[in-house]
């Protein structure tokens, strides 16, 4: 029996595009006259002065930034085509960002609430959350960034740092955490760097938000400020929301989802020279029926898709939000729609692909979902793979021999091509109804528990020695009592 998918994904060949370069081209060039015509306003009061310094237009009054295309050119000329996420340890676990680079999943990050098993009710996330998350994610093996959840628990302004420490001792891949604030990111900052081994730096990239329309915030903005001063890298994004912070039609929603990503690109350049990004549009779409916004639709995918093809045009690596759903359960409903919103954005190349273990219209988490979402992703690099056409795989000389009364099963051609050719999962089966009944007749969700419950039930094995540890200790001490006096702005 072949044994499951354990590896990380293999090289994409099937790739697809959903704008031509045509179009491409016109979408750039309107998001470079938005940025020079209309602006956008940035709340940190730092930006604001580089970019005047800069040659920017920028009123002081109302905070608006006109930005020349000249800057935009400019910076895309520093930003580094490549970002490779360092893991703890086995260099095999690096992740390669590029727009030749590799494709990757990761889990959500920076939620902070919880669906238990056989629940239907959500629930705030505490600290014994974070351990089962981490080593959960930790062990999935289509799963290659862990990101963290965050507790709701006292002193919210150290809840990014505290997620960090139990994420540098429970997995050895690469991280992610989302921004709150510049004296945060610093913090996280000193803790990495007490457990990183020397000479493997950028362990962990930083998620810093845009808003729309054309607003990029004081805390979001800081935080992505000082990451790019430290050196971690900083993934960009925009969650423009159709008909209501951004046009309605797609085309349009992604003009304004370039230009404010385009913008924070150009400031973070300006700042610091070759500071390493990720273009990660995650877009929204209002359901025009009940006014809720939406991110299980097939929109949210195309528009994804469309994110990708502008950050390859522009030569940066990039990112998909994923697994995007709506569903409040970690339901068929919920797999039904991180099939229409993930696959499009990963067979268009997006290096980081997220979302996985999230759920209502990425509000919650839930262990199960993060199992079926590790299977989901597993079955999507298959696909991405693609299959070759050569003297081997055509298989001409088997064919033959075969005919038109034998079989392949015992055929070495069969043997030694069956676990490369073949996805097989660990999570769904593949039985027939009587043998699935006589096995219990477990649905999916139960599976997924299972598998859950096997892996917690293993002792941890700690990544960090007893002295990383103690330091990384108490760092978050220290931390936690500079922050609790710091105030996080809009």
């Not at 034998?406 to 593949?430: D, V």
């Not at 528990?449 to 007893?466: G, N, R």
Request: aromatic fraction near 4%; glycine fraction near 8%; charged fraction near 15%.
């Amino acid at each position: 029996m072949p044994a499951p998918t354990t590896a990380g994904p293999a090289p994409a060949t099937l790739r697809l595009s959903v704008l031509p370069p045509a179009d491409l081209e016109r979408v750039h060039d309107l998001a470079l006259h938005i940025l020079e015509s209309t602006g956008i306003t940035l709340h940190y009061p730092p930006a604001r002065a580089l970019l005047r310094s800069h040659g920017a237009s920028v009123d002081e009054t109302t905070a608006l930034a006109h930005i020349p295309r000249r800057l935009v050119q400019q910076a895309l000329a520093t930003t580094p085509h490549r970002v490779t996420l360092h893991c703890h340890g086995d260099p095999g676990q690096d992740c390669h960002l590029a727009t030749d680079g590799g494709t990757y999943a990761r889990t959500g990050t920076g939620l902070n609430w919880i669906v238990d098993q056989r629940s239907t009710t959500r629930r705030a996330v505490v600290t014994a959350d974070l351990e089962r998350w981490i080593r959960l994610a930790g062990a999935q093996p289509n799963i290659h960034i862990v990101g963290a959840l965050y507790d709701q628990e006292p002193v919210p302004q150290a809840m990014d740092v505290r997620a960090v420490a139990p994420l540098l001792r429970y997995t050895s891949k690469p991280l992610m955490i989302s921004a709150l604030s510049g004296e945060g990111i610093r913090w996280v900052k000193r803790l990495v760097d007490a457990a990183q081994p020397a000479g493997r730096p950028n362990r962990l990239m930083v998620l810093s938000s845009v808003n729309s329309p054309l607003t990029y915030g004081f805390g979001q903005l800081e935080a992505a400020w000082v990451a790019a001063e430290v050196g971690i890298p900083v993934v960009i994004n925009s969650s423009a929301v159709t008909g209501v912070s951004a046009p309605v039609t797609l085309a349009g929603s992604l003009v304004q989802l370039h230009a404010e990503m385009l913008a924070a690109l150009v400031v973070l350049q300006l700042h610091r020279p070759g500071a390493p990004l990720v273009y990660s549009g995650h877009p929204v779409v209002m359901d025009m029926r009940n006014g809720m916004s939406a991110m299980g639709t097939p929109e949210v995918g195309l528009l994804s898709a469309g994110c990708v093809d502008l950050a390859r045009y522009c030569g940066l690596p990039s990112g998909s939000d994923g697994l995007t759903a709506d569903s409040c359960l970690p339901d068929a409903m919920a797999v039904s729609e991180k099939w229409a919103t993930g696959l499009l954005p990963l067979l268009a190349g997006a290096n980081v692909n997220g979302a996985a273990g999230v759920f209502g219209t990425q509000s919650t988490v839930s262990l199960e979902q993060l199992v079926i979402d590790d299977e989901v992703y597993g079955a999507m690099f298959r696909l991405a793979r693609g299959f070759a056409v050569s003297e081997e795989t055509l298989a001409a000389p088997v064919i033959e021999y075969v005919g038109s009364n034998g079989s392949y099963l015992m055929e070495e051609h069969t043997r030694a091509h069956m676990r490369s050719e073949i996805w097989y999962p660990r999570l769904a089966t593949r039985l027939g109804a009587a043998a699935w009944e006589a096995a219990g007749a477990e649905d999916t969700m139960q599976r997924a528990a299972e598998m859950m419950q096997d892996t917690l039930s293993t002792p941890p094995t700690p990544c960090l020695s007893d002295t990383q540890q103690r330091e990384v200790s108490r760092l978050l001490r220290q931390a936690q009592a500079a922050l609790r006096e710091i105030e996080i702005p809009i």
